[in-house]
T-cell receptor, first 114, second 115 residues
Framework: DTGVSQDPRHKITKRGQNVTFRCDPISEHNRLYWYRQTLGQGPEFLTYFQNEAQLEKSRLLSDRFSAERPKGSFSTLEIQRTEQGDSAMYLC????????????FGQGTRLTVV | AQSVAQPEDQVNVAEGNPLTVKCTYSVSGNPYLFWYVQYPNRGLQFLLKYITGDNLVKGSYGFEAEFNKSQTSFHLKKPSALVSDSALYFCAVRDGRDSNYQLIWGAGTKLIIKP
């Protein structure tokens, strides 16, 4: 158990609906990442927070995606007007500051858009 | 440009034999290297990392990895494979500047251990 919790584990939604995922990280870890992963592929970077500040958002990410981390604690990832291409595993990870620190991942939320 | 290559999509090994999963990298500064394992429908689990010091690093579940600066490689190894080692393995690298938070990921290698 890495201590990073994601909710829900699975989500099935109809195309066009909005969905929101939650990540509860390890409390003292300043860095928080969201990744997307499709079957058999490596994690694709979506966005990064350092404490409550969103420092980077992938240029590949459409405006339908938004993330927040209020007060530097839990984080949410919202996808508006979902499309079938959004179907994937969404992973949250966090770590301490420092280039040599490893990231700890949650179990992920698997999104299926029908 | 920073990059990670895992040249093998899949590696097949008989149980009890040694295994190697290959990783090569390219970064501008000093590399900080990581290996992760992923079981089906699960998140990634940290196995081991190289920051500095001894080129051979040991990690979880009997895995180790050897850092080779001249070959820019960080291959994952295990002396005797178990069927339970079957999973997807990812190599990642970070440029060794403290302000750098980005992890660059390889595409992954599927490891299949046959009984």
């Amino acid at each position: 158990d890495t201590g990073v919790s994601q909710d829900p584990r699975h989500k099935i939604t109809k195309r066009g609906q909005n969905v929101t995922f939650r990540c509860d990280p390890i409390s003292e870890h300043n860095r928080l990442y969201w990744y997307r992963q499709t079957l058999g592929q490596g994690p694709e970077f979506l966005t990064y927070f350092q404490n409550e500040a969103q420092l980077e958002k992938s240029r590949l990410l459409s405006d339908r995606f938004s993330a927040e981390r209020p007060k530097g604690s839990f984080s949410t990832l919202e996808i508006q007007r979902t499309e079938q291409g959004d179907s994937a595993m969404y992973l949250c990870a966090n770590s301490l500051l420092g280039a040599g620190t490893e990231a700890f991942f949650g179990q992920g939320t698997r999104l299926t858009v029908v | 440009a920073q990059s990670v290559a895992q040249p093998e999509d899949q590696v097949n090994v008989a149980e009890g034999n040694p295994l190697t999963v290959k990783c090569t990298y390219s970064v501008s500064g000093n590399p900080y290297l990581f290996w992760y394992v992923q079981y089906p429908n699960r998140g990634l689990q940290f196995l081991l990392k190289y920051i500095t010091g001894d080129n051979l690093v040991k990690g979880s579940y009997g895995f180790e990895a050897e850092f080779n600066k001249s070959q820019t490689s960080f291959h994952l190894k295990k002396p005797s494979a178990l069927v339970s080692d079957s999973a997807l393995y990812f190599c990642a690298v970070r440029d060794g500047r403290d302000s750098n938070y980005q992890l660059i990921w390889g595409a992954g290698t599927k490891l299949i251990i046959k009984p």
